[in-house]
T-cell receptor, first 116, second 111 residues
Framework: GAVVSQHPSWVICKSGTSVKIECRSLDFQATTMFWYRQFPKQSLMLMATSNEGSKATYEQGVEKDKFLINHASLTLSTLTVTSAHPEDSSFYIC????????????FGPGTRLTVL | QKEVEQDPGPLSVPEGAIVSLNCTYSNSAFQYFMWYRQYSRKGPELLMYTYSSGNKEDGRFTAQVDKSSKYISLFIRDSQPSDSATYLCAMKRSNTGKLIFGQGTTLQVKP
């Protein structure tokens, strides 16, 4: 199956700082990647769809100026949480569709963000 | 009302038991149904993928979709302690559509 990696796996930062999370498709190309957020004991909520070479599409209620997404290549998408606050502490997970782009999604291992 | 409803549990069973996990949904437009397994502090791992109604079997896992009742199930036979995880149902309207997840059911299989 397709492999998606994320870096870092966990990060702790101070309130007001920015944090960048990387999502890579290791053995396939992904023109589209998805970013999810998961709070403890809750389900995954789609934040945005990252499109290679164009602007990301954000879900309703997600601040695009706070969660900056860059999909600069066919194997890398980045999510930057700007001016992070404690309420941004969460588990951030990316995913990418399989080779045919109509397949189901393959998820990365997630990044746990803690904002102090 | 949430589009996808899933009992969060927790569900605790003895090793070897048959486990039944379920989700209901409200949108009849959903055509693609998936079950993911998520271990603590890890990303979801795809278990089963089903299009439209019917059954699908893969080893100890069987997925069922009943579109008339808007109800999907995942059965785990001969459950093992290593099956202890959170199981998430997910569904979408089209091949390239957005995945909608259930809340996830936490399963614990005791030795």
């Amino acid at each position: 199956g397709a492999v998606v990696s994320q870096h870092p796996s966990w990060v702790i930062c101070k309130s007001g700082t920015s944090v960048k999370i990387e999502c890579r498709s290791l053995d396939f190309q992904a023109t589209t990647m998805f970013w999810y957020r998961q709070f403890p004991k809750q389900s995954l909520m789609l934040m945005a769809t990252s499109n290679e070479g164009s602007k990301a599409t954000y879900e309703q209620g997600v601040e695009k100026d706070k969660f900056l997404i860059n999909h600069a290549s066919l194997t890398l998408s980045t999510l930057t949480v700007t001016s992070a606050h404690p309420e941004d502490s969460s588990f951030y997970i990316c995913s990418a569709p399989g080779q045919a782009n109509t397949d189901t999604q393959y998820f990365g291992p997630g990044t746990r963000l803690t904002v102090l | 009302q949430k589009e996808v409803e899933q009992d969060p549990g927790p569900l605790s069973v003895p090793e070897g038991a048959i486990v039944s996990l379920n989700c209901t949904y409200s949108n009849s437009a959903f055509q693609y149904f998936m079950w993911y397994r998520q271990y603590s502090r890890k990303g979801p791992e795809l278990l089963m993928y089903t299009y439209s109604s019917g059954n699908k079997e893969d080893g100890r896992f069987t997925a069922q979709v009943d579109k008339s009742s808007k109800y999907i199930s995942l059965f785990i036979r001969d459950s093992q302690p290593s099956d202890s995880a959170t199981y998430l149902c997910a569904m979408k309207r089209s091949n390239t559509g957005k995945l909608i997840f259930g809340q996830g059911t936490t399963l614990q299989v005791k030795p």
